[in-house]
């Protein structure tokens, strides 16, 4: 089994950032990819960033505000987001997949407001 802690979350004011984290532990041995994933009230679970050995990608009302890496020795992944706008409150859901799986995180709430 994998368990992932998700950090970082909390209330900005819009144009601000916030640095997400998410360490996996448990059975790790070859994490394919990482990435985060958001969801609002009433709507479904959105790609925000993934990222494997060999690419990374990002939803499209993200690009060029979000950042995302991953620091294998740690088996950790980060996800810079600047430019916060309010449309980006949310909860923000880890994921990694390996060997076949997929492993959620509880999800950290990320609010934008003034």
């Known amino acids: 089994q994998v368990q992932l802690v998700e950090s970082g979350g909390g209330l900005v004011q819009p144009g601000g950032s916030l640095r997400l984290t998410c360490a996996a532990t448990g059975s790790i041995f070859d994490i394919y990819a990482m990435g985060w994933y958001r969801q609002t009230p009433g709507r479904q679970r959105e790609l925000v960033a993934y990222?494997?050995?060999?690419?990374?990608d990002y939803g499209d009302s993200v690009k060029g505000r979000f950042t995302i890496s991953r620091d294998d020795a740690k088996n950790t992944v980060y996800l810079q987001m600047n430019s916060l706008t309010p449309e980006d409150t949310a909860v923000y859901y880890c994921?990694?997949?390996?060997?076949?799986?997929?492993?959620w995180g509880q999800g950290t709430q990320v609010t934008v407001s003034s």
């Open positions: 994921r990694v997949a390996q060997g076949g799986r997929d492993y």
């Open positions: 990222i494997t050995e060999f690419k990374t």
